[in-house]
């Protein structure tokens, strides 16, 4: 305090007894002053250091952090390029594969052969795919499996079904990420070229690790078009915002469309709402066209008009439009597809605005 000053003295003659002594103690308070010192000062940087190193709280992720999950699922593997071969959307087919198709062998060297088997299914009954194996496949963590029979490649498809892929989105590379370990303070800049690369590196990353992406980012849409982000929130829910369109359950069921353009088919039942219509289709024969054209000829007459197949909301629709007159007009409807096999289609339509009235419609191949 300003003013007052105190004398030492006195105390220094009562713990001197020699001036040896004092000598020593002189010289260890010195020494612990030093040390005390050094660990002050080592603190102190270290706490500089951790400011300096670690970034502001909104601009660092972990990997536990939705918007990086989120990112997990739109680089997880996209199988679904290549469903003419496989009919799965969680497993890709290494190329090249030969694969056998009404007794057709097609070697599939590019996915410009994928019309090749294309062509083939549609003047094939069974509208199978038959591989001749070993072959190779992609899981959707990008790991490569050796696949050596029908039974291990259905086994493998029907364990990966449920993965929460986002498909309608994609990030355009390269990205720029600067990484932040918390446990020695080391960072760095990681450029990611690819969806592998993105999700390679976001499955390797620990909890402790923070990750800030660099800003802005460019994301490319299902129609083509760009949107640039320039933030966490903006990533995110332009991510979400696309989830809707990249449902699984969404788009073509191939294998349905493969079985309803393979070979003629014939109403076995038709109902509409009670009334039994069974017998005006009697002796007509429809035919899908993979064009999306139908017919329904019984020899003497022949009607023309439209097919549509997909799903929506994880329900499998097939619209039927033929242009024709009373009775046949009854048949024209968006049907939910209830059972189909390689033999038998059955569908219903229920009227929205009158639940109860029913129409059900089975189809059956000859």
């Given at each position: 305090m300003r003013g007052r000053t105190f004398d030492?003295?006195?105390?220094?003659?009562?713990?001197?007894?020699?001036?040896?002594?004092?000598?020593?103690?002189?010289?260890?308070?010195?020494?612990?002053?030093?040390?005390?010192?050094?660990?002050?000062?080592f603190v102190a940087c270290q706490e500089e250091e951790s400011l300096i190193k670690l970034p502001p709280d909104d601009a660092a992720i972990t990997v536990e952090s939705p918007v990086a999950q989120l990112l997990l699922?739109?680089?997880?593997?996209?199988?679904?390029?290549?469903?003419?071969?496989?009919?799965?959307?969680?497993?890709?087919?290494?190329?090249?594969?030969?694969?056998?198709v009404d007794d057709e062998t097609i070697v599939v060297t590019s996915p410009a052969d994928f019309d090749l088997v294309e062509d083939a299914l549609d003047?094939?009954?069974?509208?199978?795919?038959?591989f001749i194996f070993p072959i190779e496949v992609i899981l959707p963590d990008y790991s490569r499996v050796t696949?050596?029979?029908?039974?291990?490649?259905?086994?493998?498809?029907?364990?990966?079904?449920?993965?929460?892929?986002?498909?309608?989105?994609?990030?355009?590379?390269?990205?720029?990420?600067?990484?932040?370990?918390?446990?020695?303070?080391?960072?760095?800049?990681?450029?990611?070229?690819?969806?592998?690369?993105?999700?390679?590196?976001?499955?390797?990353?620990?909890?402790?690790?923070?990750?800030?992406?660099?800003?802005?980012?460019?994301?490319?849409?299902?129609?083509?078009?760009?949107?640039?982000?320039?933030?966490?929130?903006?990533l995110e829910t332009a991510i979400l915002l696309s989830e809707d369109d990249c449902d699984d359950d969404d788009g073509t069921d191939f294998e349905f469309v493969q079985i309803l353009t393979a070979g003629n088919w014939i109403v076995d039942s038709?109902?509409?709402?009670?009334?039994?219509?069974?017998?005006?289709?009697?002796?007509?024969?429809?035919?899908?066209?993979?064009?999306?054209s139908l017919t329904a000829s019984n020899g003497n007459t022949e009607l023309s008009g439209t097919w549509h197949a997909d799903t929506d909301d994880g329900e499998l629709e097939l619209t039927i439009q033929l242009i024709a007159g009373n009775p046949f007009d009854d048949i024209n409807e968006d049907w939910t597809v209830?059972?189909?096999?390689?033999?038998?289609?059955?569908?219903?339509?229920?009227?929205?605005?009158?639940?109860?009235?029913?129409?059900?419609?089975?189809?059956?191949k000859i």
């Open positions: 030492m003295k006195p105390v220094l003659l009562v713990i001197m007894g020699s001036s040896t002594e004092y000598n020593n103690i002189v010289k260890k308070i010195s020494q612990w002053l030093v040390i005390f010192l050094a660990i002050t000062s699922r739109v680089a997880t593997l996209d199988g679904s390029s290549d469903n003419i071969l496989d009919q799965s959307s969680c497993l890709t087919i290494v190329l090249p594969v030969t694969v056998i003047d094939d009954d069974d509208g199978a795919v038959a696949v050596t029979s029908q039974s291990q490649l259905s086994s493998l498809i029907e364990n990966c079904e449920d993965q929460d892929d986002i498909e309608c989105i994609d990030i355009k590379y390269p990205i720029s990420i600067k990484l932040y370990d918390t446990n020695n303070q080391v960072s760095d800049v990681i450029t990611i070229t690819s969806d592998e690369s993105l999700y390679n590196f976001l499955r390797q990353l620990s909890e402790n690790t923070y990750i800030s992406i660099q800003f802005p980012v460019t994301l490319i849409n299902s129609d083509g078009a760009e949107l640039v982000v320039g933030n966490y929130d903006e038709f109902i509409d709402e009670g009334d039994d219509q069974t017998n005006d289709w009697a002796n007509y024969v429809l035919k899908f066209n993979a064009d999306g209830k059972q189909y096999d390689s033999s038998l289609i059955k569908l219903e339509d229920e009227d929205d605005q009158e639940p109860g009235e029913l129409k059900t419609l089975t189809l059956k």
